[in-house]
Nanobody, 128 residues
Framework: QVQLVESGGGLVQAGASLRLSCAGSGRTFSSNTMCWFRQAPGKEREFVAAISLSDGSTYYGDSVKGRFTISRGSARNTVYLQMNSLKPEDTAVYYC?????????????????????WGQGTKVTVSS
């Protein structure tokens, strides 16, 4: 059974930074792709960023390019999302997900149905 656990969410002011973490357990993750999605109240789930655990290639959603950075942890079953210059429109529940997708990451990896396992989410609130 694969489990993904997110942490690091909270309430911050616009312009601040947060780092989210996603820790996976249950099997070997080295050849998979992990990603972050987010869902704001009343809106559809939105792709944020993805990373290949094998070659480190990344892909970002347009709304976060240049502000957010996804990275792998040294344990290779941990993924981080560094969020800088946060805006009120970044307010959402952020979900980590995992899929057996080969490297390199590409735009096609931004589709939620591709991902097999999901965490329960961590809430990020950005005040103006």
């Amino acid at each position: 059974q694969v489990q993904l656990v997110e942490s690091g969410g909270g309430l911050v002011q616009a312009g601040a930074s947060l780092r989210l973490s996603c820790a996976g357990s249950g099997r070997t993750f080295s050849s998979n792709t992990m990603c972050w999605f987010r869902q704001a109240p009343g809106k559809e789930r939105e792709f944020v960023a993805a990373i290949s655990l094998s070659d480190g290639s990344t892909y970002y959603g347009d709304s976060v390019k240049g502000r957010f950075t996804i990275s792998r942890g040294s344990a290779r079953n941990t993924v981080y999302l560094q969020m800088n210059s946060l805006k009120p429109e970044d307010t959402a529940v952020y979900y980590c997900a995992d899929a057996r997708l080969e490297s390199p990451v590409s735009e096609s990896y931004s589709l939620a149905p591709l991902y097999d396992y999901w965490g329960q989410g961590t809430k990020v609130t950005v005040s103006s």
